[in-house]
Structure formats: C-alpha cells, structure tokens
C-alpha cells in the first residue's frame, strides 16, 4: 500500500488505545510505526536488480516480526516523545501501528510474506489497490478530527469505515472472479489460474487473468450496479525450460528467471520483445499486457552477470484516457451466458 495510507493506518489504530490527553502523540507514534515496516525498500544491489524484490515486504511485513519491529520503533520514538508517553504506552501504540502494515499489504495484489520465516508465499487477497484514495482520505480526516476534537468516537467511524471498505472490496473480488470465468466460459476456455485485481484507485474497474492453451487472457470488467466486461488480449505464457533453451541452465540470468517467477506468482509471458519477460499482472490499462516491469534476457552476458530490469513507463497520457473510458464503459458491454 502507498505509505500515505499504511502511515495512516498506523495512527487510527493506536488512536484506539490513547486517551484524549494523549491522541496526538499516540497517533504520531502510530503512524511511525505504520510506516516502519517499509524501511526494508533500502536492501538493494545495483548489480543485482531483483534483490529488492526478495527483500520487499519480506521479513519486516511478517507476523513474527511484529513485535521486534513495535520495539525498534519505540526506542526511536522515545526520543520525541519520553516526556509525554511511558515506555509502556509508546510500546502499545507501535505494536498496533506496526501490526497494521503487514496485514494491509497483504489486502492488495502485490503480496506480502506474512508467514516468513515459516512460508515464502507471497500473501495477496486482491480486495484493494495500491493506492487508493476512496479508502485512504476519509481515514485521514478522521484521524485529523479525532485528533482537533479529542473524540474517540470519530476514530471508531474511521475503524468502522475501513472494514466496510474491506469488505466491500472482498464482495467485488468475488464478483469479479466471478465474471472472469464467465468471459473463460463464453469462449470455450478453461478459466486454469485465474486471477482478479482491482484496477488502480477504485473498486469498480477489475482486471482479470487466466490460463488456456499457453496464453494468459486479460480482460477488465466494471462492477457497478450490473456486471460488464471490456474484451483484451493474450500474450503467451512464458515457457521457462524452452523459450530461452540457449540459455545455460547454471547462469546468473537463468536463475534470476526463476526468482522473477516466484515474485509474479507465475504470471510470466512474452510480448513482441521476445527478450522481455513481463509480469502479467500489472499494467496501467486493466485490458491490456503492457506490463508496467520486466526482466530483458541478454544472451551476450557472461553467465555471472543478472538480468536488466525494465520499467515501462511509456504514453502514460494516452494510458489514462484509455483507463478512464474503461471505467465509464466505453467499449464494454454486459455479460451474456
């Protein structure tokens, strides 16, 4: 989740536990602590370019790390906050705050390590985007009223408010996984791992993937009062033992394959650029494969050298506009069984 909502996030919980004296400083230290988790974005390597993927939402984002996390960021907010807050307090409000993040992440399609060091599944409930401002601005504005009013009841609105969002963004999950087999189901394919996620900022507009015959389908449907889908493309599902059968298996660049694959869960395919392997499940425009990063397989490389890593950030205008005629239906139409 952007960190504009897990900060925020931290603060409306510890909010929960202080009294009115102490909402400020509480919801301060909550929100450092909701914030925390994400300091692991500075585990990088310049050579090695899928290293901060490995280490992103790993081991800071999982439960058993909570309470490490909480103590880490006490220590560092008793500095700002020793005369205001006990040590006990200020350990309370950066357990909450912490805990929020993990399982927050974990409510997006990115997917977060909650079980490690136990599991490395990466954990994705697809219920809402990475940045979503339905969810994030009223949690904001009840935090900053709490806070001017010294009115616990506006932070449980706020609590309140969140899991019906949630929950919201469950009930459009199912619809959507829903219409996917449909769209599966009117073409004669067999709807082999399919996948939801909402499309950026809003839980109207999904996109969907699945699996038939070596392609990976990806269509967008809109979720308002009636179903409809708008057609997309195919793209072909990345082969790993084939497509690149020049490759040595012992390479850096053949492993770095297999890491890549285990980040995107699988939803690996080939595009016009037959050196670029793009993760499937990202693009601007919820139809369409033009993945937003990728990995480029340089056969000249020596074979201790990594992958390059790619980012699209190509005709973003033109993205938006075919994003917005999404969302208000243009070229879409309902779902006819």
């Known amino acids: 989740m952007d960190p504009v909502t897990q900060g925020a996030f931290g603060a409306i919980f510890a909010q929960t536990i202080s009294n009115k004296k102490k909402i400020l400083f509480g919801s301060i230290v909550g929100c450092c602590a909701g914030l925390a988790p994400d300091l692991d974005i500075f585990i990088r390597s310049v050579s090695d370019p899928l290293l901060k993927l490995e280490y992103h939402r790993q081991f800071t984002h999982s439960i058993i790390f909570i309470p490490i996390g909480a103590l880490i960021v006490t220590l560092f907010t008793r ?3 020793k005369k205001y807050l006990s040590l006990g307090e200020t350990y309370l409000f950066s357990f909450l705050g912490y805990a929020t993040h993990g399982l927050l992440d974990a409510c997006t399609s990115y997917g977060t390590q909650l079980l490690w060091p136990f599991s490395d599944e990466r954990i994705s409930w697809n219920y809402i985007s990475v940045v979503d401002p339905f969810l994030s601005i009223p949690v904001i504005l009840s935090i900053i009223f709490a806070i001017i009013f010294k009115n616990k009841l506006i932070t449980l609105f706020g609590i309140l408010y969140i899991f019906i969002y949630l929950i919201f963004g469950a009930f459009q999950e199912n619809r959507a996984e829903s ?21 950026l900022g809003n839980l109207f507009l999904w996109k969907t993937i699945y699996e038939d015959d070596g392609f990976y389908y990806v269509d967008a449907v809109r979720l308002f009062a009636k179903s409809e889908y708008c057609q997309g493309t195919k ?32 939803y690996l395919g080939k595009g016009i650029d037959e ?22 397989i340089n056969l000249n490389k020596p ?7 790619v980012v699209n950030r190509r005709n973003y205008l033109e993205k938006w506009k ?8 243009k070229n879409c139409q309902d779902l006819i069984n």
């Open 303 to 309: 074979a201790s050298d990594h992958i390059d890593w």
């Open 235 to 266: 793209i072909k599902k990345l082969d790993i033992l084939n497509d690149f059968s020049e490759l040595d298996k012992k390479s850096q660049q053949y492993k770095d394959i297999k890491r890549f694959n285990w980040f995107s869960q699988g």
């Open 322 to 329: 075919r994003f917005f005629d999404l969302l208000l239906g």
């Open 79 to 81: 500095i700002l906050f």
């Open 275 to 296: 050196n670029i392997i793009t993760d499937v499940r990202y693009s601007a425009v919820p139809n369409e494969v033009d993945g937003l990063w990728g990995i480029r």
């Open 179 to 199: 219409v996917g087999k449909s769209i599966a189901n009117l073409r004669s394919h067999e709807s082999k791992n399919l996948t939801v996620k909402p499309s």
